[in-house]
């Protein structure tokens, strides 16, 4: 196990410096601008299709991936928040930089490398705004602006930011806040003779899913599809999916459901309305004594998809605030404009909301590139890429050397559509995850996803396997790991999952993976 032996091999890296001619502006090389958002899946991406593309869709956000390349299996090697933002930035698993869980006070090393730190020394004008949830400051921004409350995790409405250091409320709503402080610097704070890495990370669509005031009855008076499998019996997965406390019907509490407090409830008492049904017990609480049942269910699907995609629509109307801040500053033509989400996350697909799993839902991440000078319009990539692999790619654009250590690999030539390299490319990611039992009860598990198949294995409570032919169940309906047609697959599935185990310096023994869940676990509350 090699947790927190970080290798420092990568400042090497940093300390290459780009030749610059120091009496002209540098501006030949591109700028960077990553935007992040929180729990953003795919379906509420119109470019993506699905079925809340028609009735929400994000025209601004689509411009990205029409201008340039939309990535179809940008898979995520951690499906949780802190874990992955620390893979976005360092290209490495979260078992080699160390932010493995979200919570129980583990925070990132922020002495290690990032791309922010990379890019400053080697002549880049860097600032970051909105949700950084490392849990630890930021290092390597001439300027930052990020949310301080809750342990970094944020407010909607009129948040505490903590800038450069300094912390302050500010009046008004997050998505707005964070893009006018972006444009304020792209437009006078930062150094116009460098070129600039800006990444604008809004909290939203995060639970609490609190839309912008000017949305809230939004698709008040219609009703969005259900997904195909919305009313997922968890068979042949009990043990694992059914185990979720992050049902659709039975974990969303009245807060989630924007239910308004009596008047006069205040302190706890107020709190403890606003948390009631969330937690499992409670779960036949109705606003109305006749809903009850499917159609409850369907209701709080309904309450939920909205404010999410409520949500959402304001952190469109803000990408498109910036894209058009860039045209007509004449910087849309030399800047890559990346758009992720986190993770995936679950929009009632197996009646779930929520991330953590290994499932297609969540493992997949939105990933959008734009960059005319180099990345052709409109192509749409389908080779497996993973979160660790845009630290290296971001590096590359920059012509900064990748250090050596990082552990994802640059997707520049398959944003430029190089044959030779798409030909030889990763026939498979690895998976790991395990913060347990807080939050929703996933079971602590790692995995393998190839072009066509997913082996996940849990290891904590019990020894189970899962076995999945994407091909067949895209829906992942039906675990055939003892399927006798497949044995043959799953044992070469297990020896090239043992085998990147083993190259990342993962191959721990069960009882020592189990310890790591253990340390930091947050119990619930019997
Ligand atoms: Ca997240």
């Known amino acids: 196990m090699k947790l927190q032996l970080l290798s420092f091999i990568g400042m090497a890296g940093a300390f290459q410096m780009h030749a610059v001619d120091k009496n002209k502006p540098d501006t030949e090389r591109p700028n960077i601008i990553f935007i992040l958002s929180d729990d953003h899946a795919k379906p509420a991406i119109s470019a ?27 898979l995520c090697t951690n499906s949780i928040s802190g874990p992955s933002r620390a893979c976005l930035i360092t290209g490495k698993y979260s078992t080699t930089h160390g932010l493995y869980l979200n919570e129980g006070g583990i925070v990132f090393d922020n002495t290690q490398p990032t791309t922010a730190t990379i890019l400053h020394s080697n002549g880049y004008a860097t600032a970051l705004f909105g949700k950084w949830h490392l849990m630890s400051k930021p290092v390597g921004f001439d300027y930052y602006k990020i949310h301080a409350a809750s342990n970094q995790q944020g407010m909607y409405w009129d948040p505490l930011f903590e800038t450069n250091g300094k912390v302050e409320k500010e009046k008004g709503y997050e998505s707005n806040l964070s893009t006018n402080a972006a444009l304020k610097w792209l437009d006078e704070g930062r150094d116009k003779a460098k070129p600039f890495m800006l990444m604008l990370h809004y909290k939203a669509p995060h639970r609490t899913w609190e839309s912008d005031s000017i949305y809230q009855h939004l698709w008040d008076d219609m009703d969005f599809p259900y997904p195909a499998t919305f009313n997922d019996d968890y068979k042949t997965r009990e043990k694992t999916a059914g185990q979720s406390m992050a049902t659709i019907e039975n974990h969303l509490s009245r807060n989630d459901l924007k239910q308004v407090p009596p008047p006069g409830l205040t302190g706890k008492d107020r709190a403890d309305w606003l948390e009631y049904g969330g937690s499992g017990k409670n779960q036949f609480w ?28 304001s952190v469109d109307d803000n990408v498109g605030s910036l894209l058009n801040y860039l045209k007509k500053n004449g910087l849309d033509k030399n800047t890559i404009i990346v758009y992720m989400g986190d993770q995936g996350f679950f929009l009632g697909e197996h009646g779930l909301y929520d991330k953590r799993w290994m499932y297609e839902e969540s493992f997949q991440m939105p990933c959008l590139i734009r960059f005319p000078k180099n990345i052709q319009a409109g192509i749409k990539i389908n080779l497996l890429a993973a979160n660790i692999d845009i630290a290296p790619t971001l590096l590359d654009y920059a012509g900064v050397k990748i250090p050596a250590d990082m552990q994802g690999k640059s997707l520049k030539p398959l944003l430029e559509q190089n044959e030779k390299v798409e030909k030889k490319w990763r026939k498979s990611v690895y998976y790991q995850y ?49 399927n006798p047609e497949y044995q043959k697959i799953i044992a070469g599935l297990k020896k090239e999952l043992y085998k990147q185990q083993k190259n990342i310096g993962d191959d721990m023994h069960l009882e020592e993976r189990r310890k790591m869940t253990e340390k930091y676990s947050l119990q619930y509350e019997h």
């Open 434 to 482: 395990y913060e347990y039992p807080k939050w929703h009860n996933v079971l602590p598990h790692y995995g393998l996803r190839t072009n066509r198949y997913k082996l996940m294995h849990f290891y904590y409570t019990e020894d189970m396997w899962e076995f999945y032919d994407l091909q067949k169940d895209p829906n992942e309906m039906t675990n055939q790991y003892n």
């Open 48 to 74: 993506y299709g699905g079925i809340y593309a028609k009735l929400a869709p994000t025209p601004n956000i689509d411009r990205i991936a029409n201008e340039g390349a939309l990535f179809n299996n940008m």
């Open 286 to 313: 109705t606003p109305d004594p006749n809903l009850k049942g499917q159609e409850l269910k369907n209701w709080k699907f309904q309450q939920y998809i909205k404010n999410y995609l409520r949500c959402v629509r």
